[in-house]
């Protein structure tokens, strides 16, 4: 099975500031490649499908790069709604579609 | 409104079972993969299991083979999980989650949840 490693696991930023969370796939999944932002409570959201488009909706603050098997979700501008846990998942097969474990943007 | 609505968990002992559902509306149920997601407490998402947009081809992750069974019925826009030989690490809030090719298989929609424990 494809692991999927986030980091870091918690991300202490402020208002206004540049946020990079990086995941690693144990192997190429070429752009297969998701994330998600979830708040306590709440189901996730998809923020970026296919490791660097924007989802409908999304604000433009959020991006994504990455290919094979280094990602990155950026966000450019920290802002209050975005305190949240952030999760990557690869989809390179239909058996096969995990998570990783989840970086918390915290104050 | 795209709109998926899990229903049927609960408490229920070590051993027993419980038959989860999701409703989908708003969008065409019948051209999605469907996935069951779930989320322990205070944990990370497991994707579960999932089944193509036909029920032909269902995917296990390996700790739920041969208890937990996917199944859909497109007439009723309706994803089922039948869920045998509980165990307490099955103790989560249970997701259901549609995708396809036009998200780049993101996971999108997503239901509220529904949350299952185990425990005597």
């Known amino acids: 099975d494809i692991q999927m490693t986030q980091s870091p696991s918690t991300l202490s930023a402020s208002v206004g500031d540049r946020v990079t969370i990086t995941c690693r796939a144990s192997?190429?999944?070429?752009?297969?490649l998701a994330w998600y932002q979830q708040k306590p409570g709440k189901a996730p959201t998809l923020l970026i499908y296919?490791?660097?488009t924007l989802e409908s909706g999304v604000p433009l603050r959020f991006s994504g790069s990455g290919s094979g098997t280094e990602f990155t979700l950026t966000i450019s501008s920290l802002q209050p709604d975005d305190f949240a846990t952030y999760y990557c998942?690869?989809?390179?097969?239909?058996?096969?579609?995990?998570f990783g474990q989840g970086t918390k943007v915290e104050i | 409104e795209v709109q998926l609505v899990e229903s049927g968990g609960g408490l229920v002992q070590p051993g027993g079972s419980l038959r989860l559902s999701c409703l989908g509306s708003?969008?065409?149920?019948?051209?999605?993969?469907m996935t069951w997601v779930r989320q322990a407490p205070g944990k990370g998402l497991e994707g579960v299991a999932n089944?193509?947009?036909?029920?032909?081809?269902?995917y296990y992750v390996d700790s739920v083979k041969d208890r937990f069974t996917v199944s859909r019925d497109n007439a009723k826009n309706s994803l089922y999980l039948q869920m045998n030989g509980l165990r307490a690490e099955d103790t989560a809030v249970y997701y259901c989650?549609?995708?396809?090719?036009?998200?780049?298989?993101?996971?999108?929609?997503w239901g509220r949840g529904t949350l299952v424990t185990v425990s005597s």
């Open positions: 989650a549609g995708n396809s090719e036009k998200k780049g298989w993101g996971f999108d929609p």
């Open positions: 296919k490791a660097s």
């Open positions: 089944i193509k947009e036909d029920g032909s081809v269902k």
């Open positions: 708003g969008f065409n149920f019948s051209r999605y993969w």
């Open positions: 998942q690869q989809y390179n097969s239909f058996s096969s579609f995990t």
């Open positions: 192997q190429s999944i070429s752009t297969w």
